[in-house]
C-alpha cells in the first residue's frame, strides 16, 4: 500500500501537459493502485495521476460514485468526453489538491466518456449528478484547468489566500502530518 503525496496549488505540477497511455503493463497497475490507496487514505471521490506528479492521462473514480456496487475504483485511462447535457447543474467541488476550498461549479448535469482500462479496452460510460462532475473534474485536471480556473476574480485571490495559509501551516508539521485533517475536509466531494 503506497499512500502518495497529492500535488496541493499552486504546484506548477498540476498544469503540466498530460500525455496518452501507450502501454498497458505492470507499471501502469502499480500507478493504478497507488492512486486508488491515495484516494481512499484522502477520502476522494476521485483522483487524477497528475495530482500525485505523474503525467499519464489516467484517473480513478470511486465505484460507488460511479454506480457500481462496491467502491472499487473505475480506472479511466486516455479518457474522453463524447457527449454531455441534460441542462446545467451547479454544486460545490473540492479537490484533493485544494485542501478546504470548496467552489460553485456549473457544468453540463449528463456526460457520457469513452475511455481504456487498466487493460487497454475500451468501455463506455454515462451519467448524471456526482458522476457526471467527477468526471468532468477529472478530465479538467488531465488538461491543467483548476477549480482556481472556474472563479471570479475575488474568490480567486480569497482562494490564493486560502492556500498560502495552508501551505504555511504545514510548514514545521512534517509536511503533509495532517492529511487525516484534509481529508475530513474534502469529503464528500474531494476529487
Ligand atoms: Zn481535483
Not at 477520502?43 to 505523474?54: D, E, L, S
Not at 460514485?65 to 467541488?93: K, L, Q, T, W, Y
Not at 485544494?98 to 453540463?108: D, H, I, Y
Request: charged share 30%; net charge negative; glycine share 10%.
Amino acid at each position: 500500500m503506497a499512500v502518495l503525496d497529492v500535488v496541493k496549488y499552486p504546484d506548477p505540477r498540476l498544469r503540466e501537459p498530460t500525455h496518452p497511455v501507450e502501454h498497458f503493463d505492470e507499471g501502469l497497475r502499480q500507478l493504478v493502485r497507488d492512486l486508488a490507496d491515495t484516494m481512499f487514505a484522502l477520502n476522494g471521490a476521485g483522483i487524477a495521476a497528475i495530482q500525485v506528479g505523474r503525467l499519464e492521462r489516467v484517473f480513478l473514480i470511486d465505484g460507488r460514485v460511479a454506480g457500481r456496487e462496491d467502491d472499487v475504483p473505475v480506472v479511466f485511462c486516455n479518457p474522453e468526453m463524447i457527449d454531455s447535457g441534460h441542462g446545467i447543474s451547479i454544486s460545490e467541488e473540492g479537490c484533493l489538491s485544494f485542501p478546504g476550498v470548496f467552489v460553485e461549479v456549473k457544468r453540463p448535469r449528463w456526460v457520457k466518456f469513452r475511455a481504456q482500462d487498466q487493460d487497454g479496452q475500451w468501455f463506455e460510460i454515462e451519467g448524471e449528478g456526482l458522476l457526471a462532475r467527477a468526471l468532468q473534474h477529472e478530465l479538467d485536471h488531465l488538461t491543467g484547468r483548476l477549480l482556481v480556473d472556474m472563479v471570479g476574480m475575488v474568490k480567486k485571490e480569497m482562494i490564493k489566500r486560502k492556500m498560502k495559509r495552508w501551505h504555511a501551516s504545514q510548514e514545521g508539521s512534517g509536511g503533509d502530518g495532517d492529511d487525516d485533517a484534509v481529508a475530513d475536509d474534502a469529503a464528500p466531494v474531494g476529487a
